[in-house]
C-alpha cells in the first residue's frame, strides 16, 4: 500500500498529511500522520487528496452510470447543453461499433457547432453578448484584446461570408496555416459556421509537411498570415505557405488563399513576384471588412465532419483524423466543464449561471489541445477563453505568471515541458506575482514526472490549487483519463481515473485479454465509444481500422502503455509504437527517418527517443552513410537540417550519430529495441544480442553516445 501525503486544495494553506486510500472502488480515507516524514519526496506514490469521500464516490457512481449505458448518459447531456435545430431520432444515439469501426452519434440530428459557441450566447435567455469571449495577449505584453461574444460573432461571421465570397463551399477543406491570434479561432469558426471543414496546420510546420496536408485533403482554400511573431520574432508564414502551394504536389489544387494582414505587419512579405504569377492571394483584412455581419449557421448533421487534424503515426505520413460535429461538440464541451470544474455550468437548463472562470489554455490552436480546449470547450460553456501568441520566456521566464497576475487568471492549463523549463529557473520569478486568483492547473501531452508536478503544485499553486494530468490524444477529441478538481485525490505522475463515459480497460499486449485485478500492466484500451472520438482517416478508413481497432478487436487501441495501481489509478508508461513523444509533439519515427534519408548522404537510418531533462523525449538519429560521403559536422548540420526542412522545427533532432553499421538481424531488420538502449545509456539492460549480426557496433554506438552526452 503506498504512502499518502494528505492536501486539502480547496482551503489554504497547505498542511500535508499522511493518507491512505482504502480501495480502488469505495472511499479515500484520511490518516493524519503518525509515522515518517510528510515532506514531499519525488515518491510517485504519494497523494493529495482535493476531495473528499462523498464527492469521489460520487463520481464514482455517476462514472459507472455513464458506462452501464452509455447511450442514455449522453443523450441527457446533448439534449440539455447544446441546442439543436432538429433533434436526432430516438434510435440513432449510439449507432455501430469498434469491430467494423461504424460508430456515429446523434446521425439526422441537426445543429452547428458555431451557433453553439456563438450565437447562443448573445441571445436570450442567456444575454452574454458583451461578456468577453476571447483574452488575447500578443508577442508583446501590453499587447492585449478583449473580444466580447457580440464582437465574436460579427467577425465570425464576416469571415463566413468572405470565405463564401472566394468561393468557399460546406463540405470544402480549408487549410489554415496561421499564429495565435483571434482571426485563426474566428476563422475556424467561421468554417463551423458554413459547414466547411477545416484543418489546421501548426505554424511550425514546414513547407513540405504543408504542401502534403494540402495535397491530401485536396484543399483549394488556403488561409494564413503574411507574418507570425513570437518571442520577438517575426516568422515568415506567407512565404512558407507560398512555398508550399509551389510544389509539385499542390500544383493545380489552391485556388485561392486568405492573406491574414493586420498582425502589425509592415506588408513586406505582401508584394512579392510570386503572388502575381500565382494569381491566388487575397488580402484578408480587406475582403473581411467590406461583408456584412450577418451570416445563417449551415444546419449540419450531427455525423458530418467538424474538421481534421493532421497527426503522426508510427509508419508513413501523417494521417488526417476526421472529427464529426455534435459528439466531438457535446464531448469538448462536457470535459472542459468538469475536467477544470467550471464554476458555471452552461445550459439551455441552466442559462444564468455565474461566469466566473478566467480560463488560459496557453497551448497553440494548431493542435488538438488548442482546437478543444482554447477554442471549442471554452466557447461551447460559453466562458471566456484566452489566446497567447508569444511563448513562456518571452519577455522573460515569469510571463505565464504575470499573466496570471494580470488577467487574474483561475485555471491555467500547460504541458509538462514548458513546467520543466520553467522550473529551470528556480522560484524566484513566480514568486514576485499574485498568483491567488488560480484554482485550477492542468497539464496535458505527456507523463509529467513527480518534480515537475510538485513544483506546479507547490510553487505555482500554492498547494491550494488542483493539478489535473489530462491524458488524451488528437484522436479522443477530449480527455479521457484525468483527475477532476475537488473530486479525484491527485497523485503526482498519475493521470488518475477515467473521464465519465470513458471505459478504460488494460490489456495483456501479448493475448489481448483484459486484465481485471488490479495492479496491472500491459496495453490500454477503451471498451465502448464516446462521442468525441475521431471517425475515420481522411480518404483511409482502412487506415483508421488498421491502426486503432484492429490491434485488439472490440476495443479502442489508443498506443500507449500503461499500468493501473492497487488503487484503480492509471500512469502512463508511454507509446508502444513508433511515435515519440517530444515536448508533447508527437513524431513518427519514421517520418524522420524519412527526412534523412532524403539526404544523398543518408543509405540508413533509424530514429528512436531519448530521454530529455526537458523535453520529456529527445530524437536521437543513428544514420550510415552512402560510399563516399565522409563524415563530418558540416554534414550533421545538413541532416538537422533536412528534418527541419521536411518536418519543421520542432522536429529538429537532439542527436544524430554517424556510424559504419547499425545493429541489424541476420534477416537484415534493425532492431530498434537496441538502439533505444543505446541512446538512453542502459546496457546492462540490453537483453538478447546473440541475434545480432555483428554484436560489436553495439560497444562502438555507445561510446558515440557517451562522448555527444
Ligand atoms: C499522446 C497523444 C492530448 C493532447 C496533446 C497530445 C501522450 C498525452 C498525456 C498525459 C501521459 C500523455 C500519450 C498520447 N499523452 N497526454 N497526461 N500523460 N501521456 O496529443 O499529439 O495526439 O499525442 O500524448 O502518449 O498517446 P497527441
Not at 470544402?172 to 484543418?199: F, K, N, Q, W
Not at 493539478?467 to 480527455?479: A, N
Request: contains cysteine; aromatic residues 8%; negative net charge.
Amino acid at each position: 500500500m503506498c504512502r499518502l501525503t494528505l492536501t486539502m486544495a480547496t482551503s489554504s494553506p497547505p498542511h500535508p498529511k499522511k493518507a491512505r486510500i482504502v480501495t480502488s472502488t469505495t472511499s479515500i480515507q484520511k490518516q493524519t500522520n503518525t509515522d515518517d516524514a510528510t515532506t514531499m519526496s519525488d515518491e510517485p506514490d504519494e497523494v493529495y487528496i482535493a476531495s473528499t469521500s462523498a464527492s469521489l464516490a460520487q463520481y464514482q457512481s455517476t462514472h459507472a452510470t455513464s458506462i452501464r449505458d452509455t447511450a442514455a448518459y449522453w443523450s441527457d447531456l446533448a439534449t440539455s447543453k447544446l441546442e439543436w435545430f432538429a433533434p436526432y431520432p430516438p434510435g440513432s444515439v449510439l449507432t455501430g461499433n469498434f469491430l467494423d469501426g461504424s460508430v456515429s452519434w446523434f446521425a439526422g440530428g441537426k445543429l452547428n457547432v458555431c451557433y453553439n459557441a456563438v450565437d447562443r450566447y448573445c441571445l436570450a435567455p442567456y444575454n452574454r453578448g458583451q461578456e468577453t469571449a476571447i483574452i488575447w495577449e500578443g508577442d508583446e505584453p501590453n499587447n492585449v484584446k478583449h473580444i466580447t461574444y457580440l464582437e465574436l460573432q460579427n467577425n465570425v461571421c464576416r469571415i463566413a461570408n468572405a470565405l463564401k465570397a472566394i468561393g468557399v463551399k460546406k463540405g470544402d477543406v480549408v487549410t489554415l496555416y496561421m499564429p495565435m491570434v483571434p482571426e485563426l479561432a474566428m476563422t475556424m469558426l467561421a468554417c463551423a459556421r458554413i459547414g466547411a471543414v477545416h484543418s489546421v496546420i501548426f505554424a511550425g510546420f514546414s513547407a513540405d509537411a504543408i504542401a502534403d496536408r494540402i495535397q491530401d485533403a485536396k484543399s483549394k482554400w488556403v488561409v494564413t498570415a503574411s507574418v507570425g511573431a513570437r518571442g520577438g520574432r517575426s516568422l515568415p508564414l506567407k512565404s512558407i505557405c507560398d512555398a508550399a502551394i509551389k510544389k509539385n504536389q499542390c500544383l493545380g489544387i489552391v485556388e485561392k488563399v486568405l492573406v491574414f494582414d493586420g498582425h502589425g505587419a509592415n506588408g513586406s512579405d505582401w508584394v512579392q513576384e510570386a503572388d502575381v504569377d500565382m494569381n491566388v492571394h487575397v488580402k484578408f483584412t480587406e475582403l473581411v471588412e467590406c461583408q456584412r455581419p450577418v451570416c445563417s449557421c449551415e444546419w449540419m448533421d450531427a455525423e458530418d465532419p467538424l474538421f481534421i487534424l493532421y497527426t503522426s503515426g508510427s509508419t508513413g505520413r501523417p494521417k488526417g483524423l476526421v472529427h464529426t460535429t455534435g459528439g466531438y461538440a457535446l464531448y469538448a464541451m462536457h470535459t472542459t466543464a468538469t475536467s477544470f470544474g467550471l464554476t458555471q455550468q452552461t445550459g439551455p437548463s441552466n442559462p444564468n449561471a455565474p461566469h466566473k472562470d478566467v480560463y488560459a489554455c496557453v497551448a497553440d490552436a494548431g493542435w488538438i489541445t488548442g482546437h478543444t480546449y482554447i477554442v471549442y470547450g471554452p466557447l461551447l460553456n460559453g466562458i471566456s477563453t484566452f489566446m497567447f501568441e508569444s511563448t513562456p520566456m518571452y519577455p522573460d521566464c515569469g510571463r505565464y505568471w504575470d499573466m496570471v497576475q494580470r488577467h487574474k487568471i483561475t485555471v491555467f492549463y500547460t504541458a509538462p515541458t514548458a513546467i520543466r523549463s520553467l522550473m529551470r529557473f528556480g522560484d524566484d520569478a513566480p514568486k514576485k506575482y499574485d498568483l491567488s486568483s488560480l484554482k485550477v492547473l492542468g497539464t496535458v501531452g505527456e507523463p509529467i514526472n513527480p518534480a515537475a508536478w510538485k513544483w506546479y503544485y507547490d510553487v505555482i499553486g500554492n498547494g491550494r490549487c488542483a493539478v489535473v494530468d489530462t491524458y488524451w490524444q488528437t484522436e479522443t477529441g477530449g480527455h479521457i483519463i484525468t483527475n477532476l478538481p475537488g473530486v479525484t485525490p491527485m497523485k503526482p505522475g498519475s493521470c488518475t481515473l477515467p473521464c465519465y463515459g470513458i471505459e478504460v480497460v488494460v490489456l495483456d499486449a501479448a493475448t489481448g485479454k483484459e486484465i481485471e485485478s488490479s495492479p496491472a500492466e500491459g496495453v490500454l484500451a477503451i471498451k465502448q465509444p464516446w462521442p468525441g472520438m475521431a471517425r475515420t482517416c481522411l480518404g483511409d478508413h482502412q487506415r483508421y481500422l488498421n491502426v486503432y481497432m484492429k490491434p485488439y478487436p472490440g476495443y479502442y487501441f489508443a498506443g500507449d502503455g500503461c499500468r493501473r495501481d492497487e488503487d484503480g489509478f492509471f500512469w502512463i508508461t508511454g507509446r508502444v509504437d513508433d511515435v515519440i513523444n517530444v515536448s508533447g509533439h508527437r513524431i513518427g519515427t519514421a517520418e524522420v527517418e524519412s527526412a534523412l534519408v532524403a539526404h544523398p548522404a543518408v543509405a540508413q537510418a533509424a530514429v528512436v527517443g531519448i530521454p530529455h531533462e526537458i523535453k520529456g523525449t529527445g530524437i536521437c538519429c543513428f544514420t550510415t552513410l552512402a560510399n563516399g560521403f565522409p563524415e563530418s559536422d558540416a554534414l550533421i548540420k545538413e541532416l538537422s537540417q533536412s528534418v527541419r526542412t521536411r518536418i519543421g522545427p520542432f522536429a529538429t533532432p537532439d542527436m544524430i550519430i554517424l556510424t559504419p553499421a547499425l545493429p541489424m538481424t541476420r534477416s537484415g531488420k534493425i532492431m530498434r529495441r537496441i538502439l533505444r538502449k543505446i541512446a538512453a545509456g542502459e546496457l546492462d539492460t540490453l537483453g538478447d544480442t546473440t541475434t545480432l549480426l555483428d554484436p560489436s557496433v553495439v560497444g562502438e554506438l555507445s561510446a558515440k553516445v557517451e562522448k555527444l552526452r
